[in-house]
């Protein structure tokens, strides 16, 4: 039986983001691993009856939404676990970002504007192991636009759940500029390893 289990994060006061938010974040992120699992289960019940069909096939599109969800949190609240770090010089992150992008100011002005995309979703920096490279995506709600074959580097929550708390929606650029004054590089640069 398949199942996944929800993980805890060690998230410190964060400059700009409220406790608040953070809790309330957190509800949501445990209601996405909930669905997951309920999902996988629910399929594996309505599948023994042919009668079922319509509702397993609703069921089967909705698991890509509740997985991403789960999915893409964990790497938003593990981007901000132990406080921040930056990226340091000589990290292959670093050197494959400026590869890829010129500078790393280049690339984190590109980020942010890419995060800026109007709708709910996620602005993600994914590795493509297949040529080396680093791309910059937009992913819709939690399942539309992912990369196939990639791997996620960096996941930014545009969703205004991310953020309403602390800032209006007319200034979610302010979100973005406080989201990077808390990230930890190091565990982004962790991922990076971890995709190659
Ligand atoms: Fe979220």
């Given at each position: ?40 289960e ?10 079922n ?88 709600e ?16 545009m ?14 650029k302010?979100y ?21």
């Amino acid at each position: 039986m398949i199942n996944f289990t929800q993980k805890t994060f060690n998230l410190s006061e964060l400059k700009g983001i409220s406790t608040k938010n953070i809790e309330e974040h957190l509800k949501l992120y445990a209601g996405y691993v909930k669905n997951t699992n309920f999902i996988l289960e629910k399929i594996e019940e309505l599948r023994k009856d042919e009668a079922n069909v319509y509702l397993l096939t609703e069921l089967q599109r909705r698991f890509a939404f509740e997985f991403g969800g789960m999915r893409n949190h964990e790497y938003y609240f593990g981007s901000l676990e132990n406080g921040p770090a930056p990226l340091s010089e000589n990290s292959e992150l670093k050197k494959a970002i400026e590869k890829n992008f010129g500078t790393f100011e280049n690339w984190l002005a590109i980020f942010k504007g890419l995060a800026m995309t109007k709708g709910i979703g996620w602005a993600m920096l994914s590795y493509d192991k297949k040529t080396g490279q680093l791309l910059n995506h937009w992913v819709d709600e939690q399942h539309i636009g992912h990369l196939v074959s990639t791997f996620p580097i960096l996941a930014l929550d545009m969703w205004e759940h991310a953020y309403v708390y602390d800032y209006p929606t007319s200034e979610k650029k302010k979100y973005i500029e406080t989201f990077f004054e808390n990230v930890n590089w190091e565990a982004i640069e962790k991922n990076f390893i971890e995709a190659q």
